[in-house]
């Protein structure tokens, strides 16, 4: 059974320090996402990736988050500094032309 | 871009009635609809889905339309059971490249 792995699955840091949060996509998978969601926001879009480019990254917000793909296998979402507004889950999903999209766990990060 | 309204926020329903949830969509070029399901603490799941060359499409007590013309989409969940408590989300995109999510519909199923 194929699934969308994220690591860590929880974080608790101080703020001003960096997090990085890492997911593998399905196997053959061609597209990947990174979404923020917390209690009022529903789930936001952050980062876009196809084909390992990175197509969309109009939601997150520039002079701290960083998202990058350096391998199919692995995607990337930085956060330095790390502030208290930031606490949230953040979930990686994957998928392929046929539309389907695939969650991860989720990473739940606690900034202090 | 895509923009994604979704009603109601929260809804309630007597255990074995019926749960309607409405989407729209402003971009004529979204052609997939999926929509998922979010039980506390856990990812989002797909549950159902439907294409824009199909009108319906049910499985098992769940149903979703689909109205091109007026660029709007519904989930009916018929027979509701207390498993069916949780967060569902709709979402518009075009052949897979970006997902526009609604805000989501907090169900919750009264024994």
């Known amino acids: 059974d194929a699934r969308v792995t994220q690591t860590p699955r929880h974080k608790v840091t101080e703020m001003g320090q960096e997090v990085t949060m890492r997911c593998q996509p399905i196997l053959g998978h061609n597209t990947v996402f990174w979404y923020r969601q917390t209690m009022m926001q529903g789930l936001e879009l952050l980062a876009y990736?196809?084909?390992?480019?990175?197509?969309?990254d109009s939601g997150m917000p520039k002079d701290r988050f960083s998202a990058e793909m350096p391998d199919a296998t692995l995607a990337t979402l930085k956060i330095q500094p790390s502030e208290p507004r930031d606490s949230a889950v953040y979930f990686c999903?994957?998928?392929?032309?046929?539309?389907?999209?695939?969650f991860g766990e989720g990473s739940r990060l606690t900034v202090l | 871009g895509e923009n994604v309204e979704q009603h109601p926020s929260t809804l309630s329903v007597q255990e074995g009635d019926s749960a309607v949830i409405k989407c729209t969509y402003s971009?004529?070029?979204?052609?997939?609809f999926p929509w998922y399901k979010q039980e506390l603490g856990k990812r989002p799941q797909l549950i159902i889905d439907?294409?824009?060359?199909?009108g319906e499409k049910k499985d098992q007590r769940i149903a979703v339309t689909l109205n091109k013309t007026a660029k709007h989409f519904s989930l009916h969940i018929t027979e509701t059971q207390p498993e069916d408590s949780a967060v569902y989300f709709c979402?518009?995109?075009?052949?897979?490249?970006?997902?526009?999510f609604g805000t989501g519909t907090s169900l919750t199923v009264i024994p």
């Open positions: 999903a994957s998928g392929w032309d046929t539309g389907e999209l695939f």
């Open positions: 439907i294409r824009s060359n199909v």
């Open positions: 979402a518009a995109s075009i052949y897979g490249n970006q997902f526009y």
């Open positions: 971009d004529s070029a979204s052609n997939y």
């Open positions: 990736f196809r084909n390992r480019a990175p197509l969309d």
